[in-house]
């Protein structure tokens, strides 16, 4: 079992800015992807950011150039800087990790964070 706590969401006015923090526990085998994802009311989960252990990203191109995902492996943590946050950025964000050795295969999710942008 892996286990994932959030931490970091919250309040904040359009153009402010927050940082997620997202950090894996328990029987961690091989972490391969770290990513963020998030849910609006009414709407499907959708992929804001994702790193893999070779350091490659992929974002969702609403947030490009705004939002940064970074990981400190020796911690097994993954964060979200979010800057220039939009009321359109207000959204359930949930931590993803991915990862296994052969045949044993983890898809773990985090609890999820409120992030709420007002205009």
């Known amino acids: 079992q892996v286990q994932l706590v959030e931490s970091g969401g919250g309040l904040v006015q359009t153009g402010g800015s927050l940082r997620l923090s997202c950090a894996a526990s328990?029987?961690?085998?091989?972490?391969?992807?770290m990513g963020w994802y998030r849910q609006a009311p009414g709407k499907q989960r959708d992929l804001v950011a994702t790193?893999?252990?070779?350091?490659?990203?992929i974002y969702l191109d609403s947030v490009k150039g705004r939002f940064t995902i970074s990981r400190d492996n020796a911690k097994n943590t993954v964060y979200l800087q979010m800057n220039s946050l939009k009321p359109e950025d207000t959204a359930v964000y949930y931590c993803?990790?991915?990862?296994?050795?052969?045949?044993?295969?983890?898809?773990?999710w985090g609890q999820g964070t409120q992030v709420t942008v007002s205009s």
């Open positions: 328990g029987n961690i085998l091989n972490i391969e992807v």
């Open positions: 790193s893999t252990s070779g350091s490659s990203t």
């Open positions: 993803n990790v991915k990862g296994g050795l052969g045949l044993i295969r983890y898809d773990s």
